[in-house]
């Protein structure tokens, strides 16, 4: 490379070179300090470029400069000639955002980037996307490389010289794009050349970067196909398949296994992804802009939590629980690593002790049994009719028999005809069937009452509730006297496959994203990280040809990749089990015991509770329950008196 | 200068039920540069349960001749090493999976083994998967370079096809400059190899190689057919009846 000038004429020596790229190379510019570097193109740059060049270079101001690698000052190729490159700040210390947002990179590179890291950093590229277009200019070419991040969450955004540019009334377009984060509208242009983008066409982009950044690297048009034929990434984008939307019946699209989905997030954040995703946002300004993530994000900033089981875990705090945790729990994804040191097996907790404090705790008991002794019961007297009618009968008898006697007396001739009479008289008692139906229905419906009544009693104020929680506490205890067992196998079992989990990491340092594998281009590589591939590692037979779009052709040539990796591993049985892998069982375990002692050290006072909240409902129940149990009493006192 | 003969033969288990031989082979020289010749030799045997175990036999060395030639047209700019080895068998997967695919047939209907040897006077690389076996000399010594690799099973062995191919592919870069050798498939490996002793059963190949390293260039030719007529001659065949291959290689002088 021939030497270089400044607008000023100054010669500019080239230093080292950094990079190379399809448009041009990167060199230090050591005359300039270590914070300054210099973009040469390759070959000549057109009129219209060195234009725009002029007129990046015109309009950078503090605020630009600040969240992207502006063009500082045009080179030329003589003093006062062609532009032939600029001068840039250098992006030192920081890296793509998809070595963030991808799981295994993250955890690889970053081992101590929480989510509330993440969170931070999709706020700082949204407000860098609103830097940009603030002053007018558009990004164009949004893609996983265009951000780069700071250890601090500091973003910078690079290639700037491609971004479409207005500089003194003129546009200057941006003619790239990449196919997996170009928005639905713009999926049937074959080319970008002539193109004019729009603030919402970046805002797709944004929401994309902002959705790979929270949810672990998914991207949301990828996922499980319901209906036939391929869905490849393209054609899910053109039809805005949203596959993490709230309407998968139309999109016919669900998320891949095992993802994290916007359900962990706020519902005003999982409203900005709704609306950049689907029909509406492709409408005029339809998407959520930057300003809107800038708000969004800082809002979720202001509501996270740490999870009590898990300090790495940070949580959108509108959760009742640790979606990671859960994660894990379901899945075995650990997508953060603990920090906090596995302590050790010296616990101060002595279980039989703890035991023995739970068996302290008295059960309340069966339920009381209700009854209505005690209470003076009063029959409800008869009704007039039924009494008058009663001594009637009385006096009917008597005359019944006095006829029959007198009849045998004074005229035994006529004995048959008194006796026939004297019977009448005598089993025509008094009528009191109305009555008696009435107070036996009252009888049936007070019993009815009481049944149920009786059925709450035992149920509520019964120990049901205080034996429930002591089975509870005694499979808790069960678990705990297995902890120490599991640990043990569990580690045996590190030993066991002592030679996968040797393969197992070293496949997972080889990304998929660095290599050149036939017929899997960036956009694959997008739908496979999706599907939690990313390195070599992941590629397992079954996992890729379920994906959609993935036949026996592409697996194959992963699989055959991924084989020939795995030629040069080396076992070293002398390596023994990696102290990491067991201090992350160890922490696991210990995460769990913690858990398990919490809950019976809570024991005593939990079963107090129950025995309290038991005893404290009997009081409340039995002022409800005794009136019935009177009203049974009452009913069968009523209906005894008729006898 | 190379001196290179070949044969394939159908065995006469093949012959009795009217089946074709699935063995092929290829094996020339290819000149790269004055004084710098390469030598090519392959061998592959179609699987007998596999329906076209002929076609994926031939395939293989039709692919893995126009790939070798490739990476062998290409030096200055690529190394000859094993990951050269790697991209091959890659090619003959991918031209087997394609044919399958093309005729709706799984690409297990095309299983076969693959040896093959690259000589130049400084280098040579050796690969196979499955059985056959390769044996090579430096003028003093001579070995097989890979024993047969028929897996854990009696009656079976691995094939280019296989999901995993690439993990029981083996591959030797040596050199040492090697001056002759032998490919051969499963057919004859129980002739050409001494099981007691592992090594290779010098008295089968040092009639034929005696013979070879005499003859003139131009009159290699005929000596095929001598080749042929020796592996179809009843001394072996009631030794094996099975299909029979042998790819012979010398530029020692005699």
């Known amino acids: ?110 081992p101590d980037k929480d989510w509330a890291f993440l969170v931070n950093t999709a706020r700082n590229t949204s407000a860098a996307f609103e830097a940009i277009h603030g002053h007018g200019h558009i990004i164009g070419d949004v893609n996983p490389n265009l951000v780069f991040v700071a250890g601090n969450s500091i973003v910078k955004l690079i290639d700037c010289d491609s971004f479409q540019i207005i500089a003194d009334g003129k546009h200057y377009l941006c003619e790239v794009g990449v196919p997996h984060f170009t928005p639905p509208e713009l999926q049937s242009h074959s080319t970008f050349r002539g193109v ?148 050790a097996g010296i616990s101060s907790f002595n279980l039989a002790q703890v035991w023995n404090r739970i068996m302290a705790i008295e059960s309340p008991g069966c339920a009381p049994e209700i009854s209505a002794s005690g209470l003076k019961i009063q029959p409800r007297p008869l009704p007039e009719s039924i009494k008058s009618a009663r001594n009637f009968a009385v006096f009917k008898k008597i005359v019944a028999v006095g006829l029959v006697l007198g009849c045998l007396v004074i005229a035994p001739a006529l004995v048959v005809v008194a006796l026939i009479i004297g019977a009448i008289l005598f089993f025509s008692g008094a009528d009191d069937s109305t009555e008696r139906r009435i107070r036996q229905d009252a009888l049936d419906a007070a019993r009815r009452n009481m049944t149920a009544a009786l059925e709450r009693w035992n149920r509520e104020v019964g120990d049901g509730k205080f034996q429930a929680k002591l089975k509870e506490l005694s499979n808790l205890r069960a678990e705990h006297e297995k902890l120490a067992h599991q640990l043990t196998h569990e580690k045996q079992k590190l030993q066991q496959n002592l030679r996968n989990n040797q393969l197992h990491k070293f496949l997972d340092k080889f990304f998929l994203e660095h290599y050149n594998i036939p017929s899997v281009g960036p956009t694959r590589k997008a739908t496979l990280a999706s599907f939690g591939i990313e390195t070599a590692a992941d590629v397992i037979h079954n996992k890729v040809i379920n994906i959609n779009g993935f036949g026996p052709k592409l ?23 990696d102290l990491t892998d067991i201090a992350a069982i160890k922490q696991r375990f210990s995460q769990k015991r913690k858990q398990i002692e919490g809950n019976l050290l809570a024991g005593p006072e939990h079963l107090n509770q129950v025995r309290g909240q038991t005893l404290q409902q009997r009081t409340q129940m039995l002022p409800m329950i005794k009136p019935i149990a009177q009203q049974v009493a009452q009913a069968e006192a009523d209906l005894a008196v008729l006898g | ?118 000589v130049s006077p400084n280098k040579a690389v050796f690969f196979q998967i499955g059985d056959g076996a390769i044996v090579a000399s430096n003028g003093y010594t001579q070995g097989v370079v890979f024993w047969p690799d028929s897996g854990p099973y009696a009656n079976m062995t691995y094939f280019v096809t296989e999901e995993d191919a690439l993990a029981h592919l083996h591959v030797t870069i040596t050199d040492t400059p090697i001056d002759e050798v032998a490919l051969f498939s499963d057919g004859i490996q129980r002739l050409a190899l001494s099981f007691e002793q592992y090594a290779p059963h010098t008295p089968f190949f040092e009639p034929m190689l005696n013979v070879l390293r005499r003859q003139k260039l131009v009159e290699c030719e005929a000596l095929d057919e001598q080749l042929a007529r020796f592996l179809n001659s009843p001394q072996i065949n009631e030794r094996t009846d099975d299909d029979k291959t042998l790819v012979l290689a010398t530029r020692r002088a005699p």
């Open chain 2, 1 to 118: 200068m190379w001196k290179v003969i070949r044969a394939s033969i159908v065995g006469t288990s093949h012959t009795d039920s009217n089946l074709p031989c699935q063995d092929d082979c290829y094996a020339d020289v290819m000149p790269i540069a004055e004084g710098l010749d390469y030598l090519i030799c392959l061998v592959s045997d179609g699987a007998g349960s596999a329906k076209e175990g002929r076609k994926g036999a031939e395939l293989a060395c039709v692919t893995a001749r126009s790939s070798i030639e490739a990476t062998l047209g290409n030096l200055r700019s690529t190394p000859l090493d094993e990951n050269s080895v790697l991209e091959w068998i890659k090619d003959i997967r991918r031209a087997i999976y394609e044919k399958a695919d093309a005729n709706a047939l799984a690409a297990r209907d095309y299983a076969c083994t693959l040896l093959g040897a690259v």
């Open chain 1, 555 to 577: 697996t194959r040539e992963l699989i055959d990749w991924r084989k020939g990796l795995e030629r040069q591993f080396v076992f070293d049985p002398s390596k023994g089990v």
């Open chain 1, 196 to 343: 004019r983008r729009t603030k919402n066409h970046d805002n797709f982009g944004l929401a994309l970067l902002v959705f790979h950044v929270l949810l672990m690297g998914r991207h949301p048009f990828s996922g499980v196909f319901a209906g036939t034929g391929d869905m490849p990434l393209e054609k899910s984008i053109a039809q805005f398949r949203y596959a993490f939307g709230q309407n998968a019946v139309s999109t016919e699209m669900t998320p891949p296994p095992n993802s994290m989905t916007p359900a962990i997030l706020p519902e005003a954040i999982t409203q900005l992804f709704e609306r950049a995703f689907t029909e509406e946002g492709a409408q005029s300004e339809g998407r959520p802009t930057a300003r809107d993530w800038v708000v969004a994000l800082d809002s979720l900033k202001e509501q996270l939590r740490t999870c009590g089981q898990e300090s790495a875990h940070k949580y959108f705090g509108g959760l009742t629980t640790c979606p990671w945790c859960l994660q894990e729990q379901q899945s075995g994804n650990y997508f953060f690593i603990s920090l906090a040191t596995a302590t």
């Open chain 1, 1 to 110: 490379m021939t030497d270089l000038f400044d607008k000023t004429g100054r010669r500019i020596l080239l230093g080292k070179k950094l990079g190379t790229g399809g448009e041009g190379s990167v060199y230090e510019v050591p005359s300039l300090g270590n914070d300054i570097v210099a973009k040469v193109y390759h070959g000549a740059v057109s009129p219209e470029k060195q234009a725009k060049l002029l007129g990046m270079v015109k309009g950078g101001d503090e605020s630009l400069k600040k969240i992207a690698a502006w063009p500082l000052e045009t080179l030329h190729m003589s003093a006062g000639g062609q532009i032939r490159g600029f001068l840039m700040p250098k992006v030192a210390g920081y890296e793509p955002i998809h070595h963030l947002y991808g799981p295994s990179h993250r955890k690889q590179r970053y």
